[in-house]
């Protein structure tokens, strides 16, 4: 949902890629990424047929994967913003596959003629908003000492994908070089290499509605269950959690109101409602607000670690029982 690029990355290559291993083997030649015929043959068009098409399921595997872990950037910056980021580092990491080629011979006296093929460069550069961007939430720990995180397997299957191959190390270094140009603001590469609206609205008109997929309901969110008793449960637990996240969404939206100020509402009753409980004796009462939660501080920081501000690290704690994947998963979502 919300990701037709991603959805189309993922379908229409790996497809290709099936259909020339199992029954067209006799056109794999058309999409070898060689280099020496792109040298000394000018064939510039390898350097689109050979950069877009695995030739090995291994490869279409990991990296569709990849690309379907990737879609969060599509669904948060949208479509052709993600877009323009694949387009530029898909440039960018052909440029540099041919400058690593010729440093690699230069220095060590290796001669390079072909790497492995398919849309692996931008594949590698998309890890680097992955490393920056996205927050590291711990999930489990193994022997205690190793901690799991909602990171690990990303970072798992691109292992995989750069032990697949003898020289896709090149690929995976010129398209985190390409990755790092790209979201650099010094370099302002984004402003150059991007996709033009006019192109955009095309796609979005002609391709958009073939990839567009309906947005799941709650109803299969929660039906995940293997018995009724987990099923119940599961429901439970995300009432609670939409809950929570109304109350963390209230308590923001009083804060936006008040210009950031301090609500002081939560903490003292409202003048009328104080001089109609204490018309006898004058004093404000007390009994009827709750004591505000205490926070754990380290949840605070590591809240602030992964790029939110104090003020909102502490609402979404207390409205959530000082619960760190609900408070994370709300601060995203929001």
Request: aromatic share 12%; with cysteine.
């Amino acid at each position: 949902d919300k990701a037709p690029l991603s959805k189309s990355l993922l379908l229409v290559p790996s497809a290709i890629s099936i259909l020339l291993t199992l029954l067209f083997q006799h056109y794999q030649k058309f999409f070898a990424y060689n280099l020496q015929a792109v040298k000394e043959d000018f064939q510039i068009w390898r350097l689109v047929c050979g950069r877009t098409i695995c030739l090995d399921l291994k490869d279409t595997f990991c990296s569709s994967l990849l690309i379907y872990n990737f879609r969060i950037f599509e669904r948060r910056y949208g479509s052709r913003k993600f877009s323009s980021f694949l387009l530029g580092a898909w440039m960018l990491s052909a440029l540099f596959d041919l400058l690593l080629v010729e440093i690699t011979q230069y220095m060590f006296g290796i001669t390079i003629n072909s790497l492995p093929s398919g849309f692996l460069g931008p594949v590698f550069a998309l890890f680097v908003p992955f490393y920056s961007s996205i927050p590291r939430v711990q999930v489990t720990q193994v022997l205690g000492h190793f901690s799991i995180t909602n990171k690990s397997l990303v970072y798992i299957l691109g292992l995989q994908l750069l032990t697949s191959g003898s020289y896709i190390w090149i690929l995976a270094l010129s398209g985190l070089i390409s990755g790092i140009c790209y979201n650099s603001s010094i370099l302002k590469v984004h402003r150059i290499l991007c996709v033009p609206r006019w192109v955009a609205k095309i796609f979005s008109w002609t391709l958009e509605p073939v990839f567009s997929s309906a947005e799941p309901t709650n109803e299969v969110r929660v039906g995940m269950g293997a018995t009724v008793d987990i099923q119940r449960q599961q429901r439970m637990e995300l009432l609670d959690r939409q809950i929570m996240m109304s109350q963390v969404a209230q308590m923001r939206r009083q804060r936006q109101q008040q210009g950031g100020m301090i609500n002081w509402n939560r903490l003292f009753p409202p003048l009328r409602h104080r001089h109609n409980a204490n018309y006898q004796d004058h004093h404000p009462s007390e009994q009827g607000i709750p004591p505000p939660t205490e926070v754990s501080e380290e949840q605070v920081a590591r809240l602030m670690e992964m790029g939110f501000s104090r003020g909102d690290a502490l609402e979404a704690l207390r409205a959530s029982n000082n619960d760190l994947n609900v408070a994370t998963n709300f601060l995203l979502q929001h």
